[in-house]
């Protein structure tokens, strides 16, 4: 008698575990990443551009919180990739390798070991290019759907590259594919990788995006920014700076819509409240390139942007480079059922290998025991009040140029040379304090010579 009834407690037992297991793996959010490419800090119109339209991202920013304070650890594509996807500074060994070592630990391998589908619709670009050409592909790395552009795993086809507006109808294919995978896949949770082309050079509008543009007048002194009015001031002798900004909007507009069709798409399959959705940039916009007579014939010949007119807002700086405007990155994070709606942070210092160890917090996914990265786990910033970090933020992609950014202080260690900058009340880093303040310069110049002797031990390429 005594032995059945301890046998139905403990059936019970087990029943209502099964049951709790089972409303927290419905409860475990579904994670979109969007990641755009050289689409600069002030380009959307939350972060205070004049011209682009942005109401989806804006949206997007609205329903979550935005941070004022975010990077990248690295100023061009492979590198800052490779440090969202390992939580690891590129310089210590991806610089050398070209190839993200599948050895180690992913975000990907993190959550498909969490029971995570996962999934990378877009560029790649962290192994199987042209410097690394046998790299693993990116089922390697826990992820078990792709379509992909720069790797060794399936992709398009030569034929579809020499299509009209290839680039553009990428986009449309990758959120294609980022709605079908959620639709397969809406009842476990799902992580899509979505690392879209806009606004990476050439951009070759589609008309009807043009369209909307076509009254645009560029007036330099509604930017900002100092260098940012400097770039456009450049660009205007070299280029119509009319036609260039219409199509650097209509390719922000193409990439907003895009982003809107997907929104609604998870809403009517009802997963908007449950799923985080992230969106940044991979590095600041299109540096001004030192063959622009070559390009300017282009650009007469050919109805291509031949260099972005994207924004850095305040800062200086571009692509390539580790001045603000060149790492800076829009961080919109949003997640209805957790995150409060239309908080700006203007405070937290996010860098990009904190992605790994702040996501993999939230989620609350097993990391491994052993794990040693650069990141930080930043989530309480994300789900509550703004955080302070307890890591200094390093950057550093070329051998040459090593940045750290500590409070509000920023130094650089470039070409040896060190300079200072207080960067809450210098955005555009224009007065260097190194004289003012030599034992603030002194202490960084330690660091980042300790940085310089402990990263970059292996020959890295310069980009
Ligand atoms: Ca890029």
Request: net charge positive.
């Amino acid at each position: 008698m005594m032995k059945s009834r301890f046998k139905k407690i403990i059936n019970c037992l087990v029943l209502l575990l099964c049951l709790i297991t089972k409303v927290s793996a419905q409860e475990q959010p579904n994670i979109i990443f969007i990641l755009a490419d050289d689409m600069g800090y002030g380009d959307m119109e939350v972060y205070g551009h004049p011209y682009t339209k942005t109401p989806h991202l804006d949206k997007l920013a609205n329903s979550g919180k935005v941070f004022t304070q975010g990077y990248m650890s690295a100023a061009w594509c492979s590198p800052s990739r490779a440090a969202l996807m390992t939580g690891i500074y590129p310089a210590r060994e991806f610089l050398s390798t070209f190839c993200i070592d599948v050895e180690k630990p992913s975000i990907t391998k993190i959550l498909h070991n969490g029971g995570y589908k996962t999934a990378h619709f877009g560029k790649w670009h962290i192994g199987g290019g042209k410097r690394s050409p046998n790299a693993p592909p990116p089922s390697a790395y826990g992820i078990d759907e792709s379509f992909t552009t720069q790797s060794t795993g399936d992709g398009f086809t030569r034929e579809d590259k020499k299509l009209p507006h290839y680039r553009e109808h990428t986009t449309t294919k990758y959120i294609d594919l980022a709605i079908d995978f959620a639709k397969r896949n809406k009842k476990e949770p799902f992580f899509i990788n979505l690392w879209l082309y806009p606004t990476h050079s050439y951009i070759n509008p589609l008309p009807q995006y043009l369209e909307r543009f076509k009254d645009l007048k560029v007036n330099i002194d509604d930017f900002e920014g100092e260098a940012q009015r400097d770039f456009l001031t450049y660009m205007s002798k070299h280029t119509d700076i009319n036609k260039s900004m219409q199509a650097y909007c209509a390719d922000v507009a193409n990439l907003d819509d895009e982003i809107g069709r997907l929104l609604t798409a998870l809403k009517k399959m009802k997963l908007d409240k449950n799923t985080i959705i992230i969106f940044s940039s991979d590095n600041g916009p299109g540096p001004i390139l030192n063959n622009i007579e070559k390009l300017q014939k282009r650009f007469i010949t050919k109805p291509l942007l031949v260099n972005s007119v994207g924004s850095v807002g305040e800062f200086q700086g571009r692509k390539g480079s580790m001045y603000e405007g060149g790492i800076r990155a829009p961080w919109i994070i949003s997640w209805p059922k957790y995150i409060k709606k239309g908080i700006t942070d203007t405070e937290t210092i996010l860098t990009g290998v904190d992605f790994l160890p702040t996501l993999s917090a939230m989620v609350g996914a097993e990391t491994p025991k052993d794990l040693v990265i650069d990141g930080e786990d930043m989530s309480k910033a994300v789900l509550g009040n703004t955080h302070p970090r307890t890591k200094m933020a390093f950057f550093s992609d070329k051998p040459n140029w090593y940045t750290v950014r500590d409070g509000k202080w920023k130094a650089h260690l470039h070409l040896n040379k060190i300079k200072l900058y207080d960067i809450e009340s210098d955005k555009g880093e224009k007065v260097d304090l190194t004289a003012q303040e030599p034992e603030i310069a002194r202490k960084y110049e330690k660091i980042l010579r300790q940085m310089k002797k402990e990263f970059h031990q292996k020959e890295a390429a310069i980009h």
